[in-house]
């Protein structure tokens, strides 16, 4: 079954403590994308990657950290979390840019304290 | 102002009756999707557009290029409909393959 899988589902965390939330798709898509959810700001992209090697920052990126050694991994990492991090996070994929049919992860609902 | 704007923020139903919910947006774009988001916060890819109309079931998207506008039409609506709708789009102008989102129509659809 095509899908994307973000693990974990579920994450409560303290201030500091560096954490890594993964991403990974079975369908061989270039195109990998992180985003965060808040009230009353709707979804906003953290970073994407064209390609293995390639990625580029999104509208809030700061923060955040991710890597693409592989086609089906796109991990996002807090090196150093913060409350304001708190939030719900989606990873998802396409065949090739973000003008294509996006594919969504189930979130990962993130709370740091 | 935001540069994705969705409207309304939010819309209540009877069970059969014809929605719409409109997206515009400030700058040219190359493609625009809309999303509809489950209670249980999913999100499936309904729609990408770059020009002209989609459809799918009772579903049945539109885009204006010129005047910078899209709609989602939804007919005989239905309870199962309920959900948040998210219009998004990659502007042009922006470096590589940026999306940009609206805040999103919170629908319900009474039986």
């Known amino acids: 079954e095509a899908q994307v899988t973000q693990n974990p589902r579920y994450l409560i965390t303290v201030t500091g403590k560096k954490l890594t939330v993964t991403c990974s798709q079975n369908?061989?898509?270039?195109?990998m994308s992180w985003y965060r959810q808040d009230p009353g700001l709707g979804l906003r992209q953290i970073y994407y990657?064209?390609?293995?090697?390639?990625?580029d920052k999104g509208d809030v990126p700061e923060g955040y950290k991710v890597s693409r050694k592989e086609k089906r991994n796109f991990p996002l990492i807090l090196e150093s979390p913060s409350p304001n991090q708190t939030s719900l996070y989606f990873c998802?994929?396409?065949?090739?840019?973000?003008?294509?049919?996006?594919?969504f992860g189930d979130g990962t609902r993130l709370s740091i304290l | 102002k935001n540069e994705v704007e969705q409207s309304p923020q939010n819309l209540t139903a009877q069970e059969g009756e014809f929605i719409t919910i409109n997206c515009s947006y400030s700058?040219?774009?190359?493609?625009l999707h809309w999303l509809q988001q489950h209670p249980g916060g999913g999100i499936v890819s309904l729609f990408m557009?770059?020009?002209g109309k989609k459809k799918h079931g009772r579903l049945i998207a539109t885009i204006n290029i010129q005047e910078k506008h899209s709609s989602l039409h939804i007919t005989a609506s239905h309870p199962r409909d309920s959900a948040v709708y998210i219009c998004?789009?990659?502007?042009?102008?922006?470096?590589?393959?940026?999306?940009?989102f609206g805040e999103g129509t919170q629908l319900t659809v009474n039986p």
């Open positions: 998802a994929s396409s065949p090739r840019t973000s003008d294509q049919p996006q594919h």
């Open positions: 369908m061989n898509h270039e195109y």
């Open positions: 990657s064209m390609n293995v090697e390639v990625t």
């Open positions: 700058v040219g774009i190359s493609a």
């Open positions: 557009l770059s020009s």
């Open positions: 998004a789009v990659r502007l042009l102008g922006t470096s590589g393959s940026r999306l940009t």
